[in-house]
């Protein structure tokens, strides 16, 4: 199988400071989206998920050293060493800079600061000592600096055009990399060194950023933090030094991010050549064929609408507040501020603010659409379309009466009697996550039916299975559908198997999408993914390999699942590349590989609801029977892949296929020269994840 590295996962687990996790994400998703997905991770996925054959870069970032170790000390430590060797890449900010040396040594002598002791991972050979400057204090400013770092252009030549000799980065905390110009036969570069005089004695050139190479891998290690932008530091935090500190890293944010970029791509990313701007969130449009259901819909909403004083309709959320607004005053911004200033004070001033900006704007108002947002805080304006379909005017990149009409056509063609999924829509230009706006908000999610739909063209907070998150901006199709699926059903149709029909039922969407596209090579990866052959690759290797090497992911399916009195509530979301070339493949490639026209955002979902509500009936009528099965594994790709199962302490196995009653992968054991020892393995797939290219089976719990 052909393998892309395509996550750039930011460790957030114990140690790690809520603050510089947010900088990191911000910054290197400005920096490399959509060509990569700049995702948060945990402890537990660094230990036990499958992550290493798909990450380009794994980033350490401010926090606390110690914290670190013992979290990862031992396992984590070794996945981490392994994961670089083998050709991967490590960035530590500042204490993710002190984790990757041999020896991190902190306020010596300091009893209450001190932190002295050897680490594991010994990407740098020697010691990173701190505090480079004085002042630090846990969770303050106080000791937040703009310190001047000299840049080495020698050892970044292919940017070396762009740079100033020197640049103002934040720091607050961090060390120096003792004597690392003594490194230089074991492959130590300095990137950049501190010009200003240190607190500590760091040898020789007062390394602040260092390069080394590791077997096949990178690391790049900071004292200071070049990934933090000006415009995200909060001058209410600090004193009127502060203030002019901000000002002074401001000042050189170009050479700031030219030096970022020269880092990125001496780790061998690609970089973009300029910077993602940071999306605003756009009205919500709530739609059906039959305007008349909108009206019933949001009327059986009674309960959970709310007023203000002024007369405006609020949803109140356990994670977003919804503003319904008035169609005829949706192109205006001056009921959206009082409303925010009257339900939601807690919201930062800036969102409440007045704009100097076309009253149709169908965006957020922020002061500045490039700092870092927390978008749950922002209220979500919601337009209940009664009377029509919304126009091209308002969603310019969806076509509600293509969706509808192609909808009508494909059930018309079909077994669905009384047809229920996508028949409300609920869309969005650019959302945070379709998953989250349902899942997240059960008093809403409670009252919504079977079949309800929401779908964006961007999503800028999407959700994924562990760290496999997946990138999602436009040129994607992104819908999550609400399922109510009866306790007494559960029975004979079990609830786990849902995530395989909604795979299903996308491959089987896209196959069925019109004349000659069932020859698409899409296929289906236990339990949720979906890989497509891409055309480019398989031009290469030739027909004879191309079921072997050119698959690559192209979607993926996530379902939240909750109970409650005699069902269970369930929010299954999908997102698969139509468009995009990067970071993968896209279904517009594979088409017009085949000579056929591309897909279309709104026949392709209307599609997909038909056939997943197709499969899901036959489901609920007569459970994962001999015709689904036999569809579902003529689209799989493990039909008799040999795998190693970790969670049976790495034995080898093939793949048998799913169990009828629960859905369990079931593997053969196999003993020497391959032979089968009789005994079967089932596993479950909350406990598992397929790493696919590696052939591993690899425990979740």
């Known amino acids: 199988m052909a393998n892309r590295r395509i996550n750039v996962l930011v460790y957030s687990g114990n140690g790690s400071t809520v603050e510089s996790v947010r900088h990191c994400l911000y910054t290197l998703r400005r920096l490399l989206s959509p060509n990569y997905a700049v995702v948060p991770v945990n402890s537990d996925a660094i230990i036990k998920e499958p992550w290493t054959a798909s990450c380009a870069l794994l980033v350490l970032p401010g926090g606390a050293d110690m914290a670190y170790c013992r979290t990862l000390n031992g396992e984590g430590n070794r996945r981490i060493s392994q994961y670089v060797n083998r050709g991967g890449n490590y960035l530590g900010f500042c204490a993710g800079g002190y984790y990757g040396t041999s020896r991190c040594e902190f306020e010596v002598g300091d009893k209450r600061m001190e932190v002295v002791g050897d680490r594991e991972l010994a990407f740098f050979p020697g010691t990173?000592?701190?505090l480079a400057f004085p002042g630090f204090v846990y969770h303050s400013e106080a000791g937040a600096r703009a310190v001047d770092l000299k840049v080495n252009k020698i050892a970044l030549p292919k940017y070396g055009e762009t740079f100033q000799d020197s640049f103002k980065s934040y720091y607050n905390g961090g060390g120096a990399f003792v004597n690392a110009e003594k490194f230089k036969d074991r492959g130590v570069e300095i990137l950049a060194s501190y010009t200003e005089k240190l607190k500590i004695d760091a040898g020789e050139a007062n390394a602040a950023i260092i390069y080394r190479k590791i077997g096949e891998g990178g690391v790049i290690l900071t004292g200071p933090h070049p990934e933090f932008a000006a415009i995200n530091l909060n001058r209410n935090s600090g004193s009127k030094d502060y203030n002019k500190t901000i000002d002074a890293i401001a000042e050189d944010d170009k050479a700031r991010i030219a030096f970022l970029k020269a880092c990125l791509h001496k780790l061998g990313l690609q970089v973009n050549s300029e910077e993602q701007a940071v999306p605003s969130l756009?009205?919500?449009?709530?739609?059906?064929?039959?305007?008349?259901?909108?009206?019933?819909?949001?009327?059986?909403?009674?309960?959970?609408?709310?007023?203000?004083?002024d007369g405006e309709e609020y949803i109140k959320g356990e994670n977003d507040t919804f503003h319904i607004e008035e169609v005829s005053s949706r192109w205006s911004m001056n009921s959206l501020t009082n409303a925010v200033t009257s339900v939601a004070p807690m919201i930062t001033p800036s969102i409440t603010s007045n704009r100097n900006q076309s009253e149709e704007a169908d965006e957020t108002p922020i002061d500045n659409p490039d700092r870092i947002l927390d978008y749950d805080k922002v209220i979500k304006r919601l337009i209940a379309h009664e009377t029509d379909l919304p126009s091209n005017r308002e969603t310019p990149n969806f076509n509600h009466h293509a969706y509808f009409a192609n909808l009508e056509h494909y059930n018309t063609h079909s077994r669905n009697f009384e047809p229920e999924f996508g028949k409300y829509l609920l869309y969005g230009e650019v959302v945070t996550s379709t998953n989250t706006i349902l899942e997240k908000n059960p008093s809403?999610?409670?009252?919504?039916?079977?079949?309800?739909?929401?779908?964006?063209?961007t999503q800028i907070a999407g959700r994924g299975r562990g760290s496999n998150v997946w990138v999602a901006p436009p040129g994607s199709l992104l819908y999550s559908t609400v399922i109510r699926h009866g306790l007494l059903l559960n029975q004979a149709a079990p609830v786990v198997f849902i995530q395989y029909l909604a795979a299903l039922a996308t491959v089987l969407g896209i196959q069925s999408y019109g004349p000659g596209y069932a020859q698409l090579h899409v296929r289906l990866k236990w339990p949720n993914d979906i890989y497509a052959l891409d055309p480019a690759v398989a031009s290469k290797t030739g027909r004879?390999?191309?079921?072997?090497?050119?698959?690559?992911?192209?979607?993926?399916?996530l379902v939240n699942s909750s109970y409650s009195g005699s069902e269970y509530s369930l929010v299954v979301g999908v997102g698969v590349n139509v468009a995009n070339a990067a970071p993968t493949t896209s279904l517009n490639a594979l088409a017009k590989a085949r000579n056929l026209p591309p897909f279309?955002?709104?026949?392709?979902?209307?599609?997909?609801?038909?056939?997943?509500?197709?499969?899901y009936r036959r489901f609920c009528e007569r459970g994962w029977d001999r015709t689904v099965e036999e569809t579902y594994y003529r689209l799989w790709l493990h039909t008799g892949q040999t795998v190693t199962l970790e969670t049976a302490g790495g034995v080898r196995a093939r793949i048998q296929g799913i169990t009828r009653d629960w859905g369990l992968l079931l593997a053969e054991e196999l003993g020497w020269q391959d032979r089968p020892t009789g005994k079967v393995w089932q596993l479950q797939s909350d406990s598992n994840s397929f790493d696919f290219f590696r052939g591993l089976v690899m425990r979740k719990v």
């Open 128 to 130: 990173c000592r701190g």
């Open 282 to 309: 756009s009205h919500l449009h709530l739609s059906s064929q039959k305007a008349s259901d909108v009206a019933e819909l949001v009327s059986s909403w009674s309960e959970i609408i709310t007023k203000s004083d």
């Open 444 to 457: 809403l999610l409670s009252h919504l039916p079977t079949g309800f739909t929401a779908t964006a063209t």
């Open 544 to 557: 004879a390999n191309a079921e072997k090497e050119p698959y690559v992911k192209i979607g993926g399916v």
């Open 600 to 615: 279309a955002a709104e026949k392709l979902l209307a599609c997909i609801m038909c056939r997943f509500e197709e499969v």
